[in-house]
C-alpha cells in the first residue's frame, strides 16, 4: 500500500444540472414556475454553505482472481470477494481507495429540516449534497489521474462503492480501517454504515498504459 493522504480540504464543486435531474425536475423543466426554482436555487446554496469535504486516499497493489472472483490488496490481508467488482476491474494492477465525507454541519441540517416538517428543504438539501460529494470524488479521481499520466498509468473514470451488487457491505470496514476515516470525523455502526451521513468509499480501477 501507498502511503495514505489526507485531502483537509477539497473545493466545493455545486452542479446544478445534477442537483435538479437528482430532483426529477429535468422531466418537467419548462412546468416548473420561476418562484419554485428559485427556492429550489436557495436550498441549493444552503446546503452548499454547510458542507465541508474532506477527504482520505490511497493506491494499493491488487492480485485479481477472475476464478475465484476475488481481489486480494497485496501487503495486505485484506480479500474482496465480488464477481460483480473483478468484472468491474477487469485488468488493473491497482486500486485507487477513497473515502470522503461532507461533514457533519450537513448531515445536522437535513435532520433538522426533517423534524420541522420542513420536507421540500430537507429533501433538496439531502440532493444536493449528495451530488457535491460526488463531485468530490470527481477532484480527487482528476487530481490522482493527473499524477498516474506521469507514470505511464490511468485511472478507470468508473467508481464501485461497498454494497453494491454482489459487493457484500460488511466490506466497508476494511476500507474504513485502511482509509483511517476516523481522521475525518467519521465513524461507522455496526451494520457497516458511515456516519455523519454523506459519507462515502470508493474504489478506481489503476491500470497501465499500453502501446504508443
Same mark, same amino acid.
Request: hydrophobic share 40%; with cysteine; aromatic share 8%.
Given at each position: 500500500? $501507498?502511503?495514505?493522504?489526507?485531502?483537509?480540504?477539497?473545493? @466545493? !464543486?455545486?452542479?446544478?444540472?445534477?442537483?435538479?435531474?437528482?430532483?426529477?425536475?429535468?422531466?418537467?423543466?419548462?412546468?416548473?414556475?420561476?418562484?419554485?426554482?428559485?427556492?429550489?436555487?436557495?436550498?441549493? %446554496? =444552503? &446546503?452548499?454553505?454547510?458542507?465541508?469535504?474532506?477527504?482520505?486516499?490511497?493506491?494499493?497493489?491488487? $492480485?485479481?482472481?477472475?476464478?475465484?472472483? %476475488?481481489? +486480494?490488496?497485496?501487503?495486505?490481508?485484506?480479500?474482496?470477494?465480488?464477481?460483480?467488482? %473483478?468484472?468491474?476491474?477487469?485488468? +488493473?494492477?491497482? /486500486? /485507487?481507495?477513497?473515502?470522503?465525507?461532507?461533514? $457533519? +454541519?450537513?448531515?445536522?441540517?437535513?435532520?433538522?429540516?426533517?423534524?420541522?416538517?420542513?420536507?421540500?428543504?430537507?429533501?433538496?438539501?439531502?440532493?444536493?449534497?449528495?451530488?457535491?460529494?460526488?463531485?468530490?470524488?470527481?477532484?480527487?479521481?482528476? @487530481? =490522482?489521474?493527473?499524477?498516474?499520466?506521469?507514470?505511464?498509468?490511468?485511472? !478507470?473514470? !468508473?467508481?464501485?462503492?461497498?454494497? =453494491?451488487?454482489?459487493?457484500?457491505?460488511?466490506? $466497508? &470496514?476494511?476500507? =474504513?480501517?485502511?482509509? !483511517?476515516?476516523?481522521?475525518?470525523?467519521?465513524?461507522?455502526?455496526?451494520?457497516?454504515? /458511515?456516519?455523519?451521513?454523506?459519507?462515502?468509499? +470508493?474504489?478506481?480501477?489503476?491500470?497501465?498504459? %499500453?502501446?504508443?
Amino acid at each position: 500500500m $501507498q502511503q495514505l493522504r489526507t485531502f483537509p480540504y477539497i473545493p @466545493l !464543486k455545486v452542479p446544478r444540472y445534477k442537483i435538479l435531474k437528482r430532483l426529477g425536475y429535468q422531466r418537467r423543466q419548462n412546468e416548473v414556475s420561476q418562484r419554485m426554482m428559485s427556492e429550489v436555487d436557495r436550498w441549493i %446554496t =444552503y &446546503a452548499a454553505d454547510h458542507i465541508h469535504l474532506k477527504a482520505t486516499a490511497c493506491i494499493g497493489d491488487i $492480485q485479481i482472481d477472475h476464478g475465484n472472483k %476475488t481481489v +486480494a490488496l497485496k501487503q495486505s490481508d485484506t480479500v474482496f470477494e465480488s464477481e460483480r467488482f %473483478t468484472r468491474f476491474l477487469g485488468g +488493473a494492477d491497482q /486500486l /485507487l481507495i477513497m473515502g470522503i465525507t461532507g461533514g $457533519q +454541519a450537513v448531515a445536522d441540517e437535513i435532520r433538522q429540516l426533517q423534524k420541522d416538517k420542513r420536507m421540500t428543504g430537507a429533501v433538496i438539501v439531502d440532493a444536493a449534497a449528495s451530488e457535491i460529494v460526488d463531485e468530490g470524488f470527481d477532484w480527487l479521481m482528476a @487530481l =490522482y489521474n493527473k499524477e498516474l499520466v506521469r507514470e505511464r498509468r490511468t485511472l !478507470k473514470l !468508473k467508481r464501485f462503492s461497498a454494497g =453494491y451488487g454482489d459487493f457484500d457491505i460488511r466490506f $466497508q &470496514a476494511d476500507i =474504513y480501517h485502511i482509509l !483511517k476515516m476516523e481522521t475525518l470525523g467519521v465513524t461507522m455502526t455496526q451494520t457497516c454504515i /458511515l456516519m455523519p451521513e454523506k459519507s462515502v468509499t +470508493a474504489f478506481c480501477g489503476i491500470s497501465k498504459v %499500453t502501446g504508443g
